[in-house]
């Protein structure tokens, strides 16, 4: 059992101090539209060397890990999609369960030819990323979770019953009319109560990405997303039944988020932990504190084993 903390950076010039918006990719980056699983999945792509698939949250988009993917992209390949219904991914009419997703996550590097990767996710990601990996075990070398519990698994009923997590049972068609053309209320929410300052979270980030969760279909995918969880957790429990995860993994969590049950979330499902609390920050770790968050990603990965 390990243990990491990294302080958070600050000060002029720190990377902790992003420019108004969305980071851009590196400009060798290119963006596919990529068939996968009966869906396409839009997907960034840029680097060389061993590959580093990073699987972004609600909320958001695979355009959260822009500073992420410049500094991994220095030695490895780096692949980012856009999760199915998500961003600019297609919006197919159901299949929100995240061992589906997983299985198009699967797709995509069979479409890449990559046979295996680092794997890097966040919130939903997360979830995307464990049913990935549990039907993929021999794929994923190494395995960085941030800030996200997975269903079913460890202590889920009891973190399934703080009041902040109301938005898991407000889904269906009155929830969507109800947000429908007020998208950016709605994300607000997230973006405010769970952030250890609201303000870490730029206004042009949040124009960005309440456009695209306003887009024809968006919300009504990400409804879904959640109310998958429940079929989530069957498969969860399924997954752990059969044994945990071997590969070594880091789990990651804001001081002001989940912190430690992170990891205690991950020993439940996983045989080799290291737990990582990221001090002054809540949820949104890639924009509360990017500098500390990329450097534990980056040793972690760098380890010799």
């Given at each position: 059992m390990s243990r990491i903390v990294f302080a958070a950076a600050d000060g002029p010039g720190s990377p902790s101090q992003v420019t108004d918006g969305i980071e851009p990719f590196p400009a060798d980056f290119r963006t596919r539209d990529i068939p996968a699983n009966g869906t396409t999945l839009h997907v960034r792509v840029g680097g060389a060397g061993p590959?580093?698939?990073?699987?972004h949250g609600y909320?958001?988009?695979?355009?959260?890990w822009g500073p992420m993917a410049a500094e991994l992209a220095r030695d490895h390949t780096i692949v980012v999609p856009d999760l199915r219904g998500m961003g600019l991914s297609s919006r197919p009419a159901g299949s929100y369960d995240k061992e589906t997703q997983?299985?198009?996550i699967a797709g995509l590097l069979d479409a890449l030819n990559i046979q295996h990767a680092d794997l890097v996710t966040h919130?939903?990601?997360n979830m995307v990323g464990y049913?990935?990996?549990?039907?993929?075990?021999?794929r994923v070398t190494r395995f960085v979770i941030m800030d996200a519990p997975l269903p079913g698994v460890g202590p889920w009923d009891e973190i399934v019953?703080?009041?902040?997590?109301?938005h898991f049972s407000f889904q269906g068609p009155d929830a969507e009319r109800l947000v429908a053309g007020r998208e950016r209320i709605y994300l607000d929410r997230f973006w405010n109560e769970f952030s250890a300052d609201p303000k870490s979270f730029r206004e042009a980030s949040r124009e960005h990405y309440a456009r695209l969760y306003a887009q024809l279909g968006a919300m009504h995918a990400g409804f879904n997303q959640i109310a998958a969880f429940d079929q989530d957790a069957i498969d969860n429990k399924a997954f752990v039944a059969a044994g945990k995860l071997t590969m070594p993994v880091l789990a990651i969590g804001g001081a002001a988020s989940f912190g430690a049950t992170m990891a205690l979330v991950m020993r439940a499902a996983a045989t080799n932990?290291?737990?990582?609390?990221?001090?002054?920050?809540g949820h949104w770790l890639m924009e509360e504190q990017p500098a500390a968050t990329i450097a534990a990603v980056r040793g972690f990965l760098d380890r010799a084993n």
């Open positions: 590959a580093v698939i990073l699987l909320g958001e988009t695979g355009d959260m997983g299985q198009d919130d939903i990601g049913a990935f990996a549990a039907d993929n075990p021999g019953r703080s009041r902040a997590l109301w932990v290291t737990e990582c609390v990221i001090p002054n920050a």
